[in-house]
């Protein structure tokens, strides 16, 4: 899915989408997309001047835009607009730089007609650099 497809299903806009592209997706099962981190992002000018770090709070919401693609594209009479995140659990291992390509994969564990559960997964560069769970619910 390339970025237009990527924006009829997700309602964020600069600079809160955080997915440029879907690289793989297997319905009900598995999703794979990037983000391409560039030192011109705004969120780079504040989070550090000096020594800019991509926050880890936005790679926790490329992994939920994730997940809300796969459950989208899974569940096919769902009509909510709305994905609500009811648990997250994620570790943050590494820091993000600018010049990165941050890569998701997220993979279903367990969903239902309102929601799921989902393991997810960021790296650059493969190697892993934050991971963990995510519990939604839709509306």
């Known amino acids: 899915m390339n970025i237009a497809e990527i924006k009829k299903i997700l309602p964020q806009r600069y600079p809160f989408l955080m997915l440029d592209r879907v690289t793989d997706i297997k319905e009900g099962e598995s999703i794979k997309a990037y983000k391409n981190l560039t030192i011109n992002e705004a969120y780079f000018n504040g989070h550090f001047p000096d020594n800019p770090v991509f926050p880890g709070a936005l790679t926790a919401e490329a992994m939920a835009q994730a997940a809300c693609i796969l459950i989208q594209k899974s569940i096919p009479d769902l009509a909510a607009t709305n994905f609500y995140v009811t648990n997250m659990k994620i570790r943050f291992l590494k820091t993000v730089l600018p010049g990165s390509r941050l890569a998701v994969s997220v993979k279903s564990v367990k969903m239902v007609k309102r929601g ?24």
Do not use: L
Request: proline share 0%.
């Open 116 to 139: 799921g559960i989902f393991e997810t997964e960021a790296s650059v560069d493969n190697e892993t650099i934050a991971k963990g769970d995510m519990t939604f619910a839709c509306k």
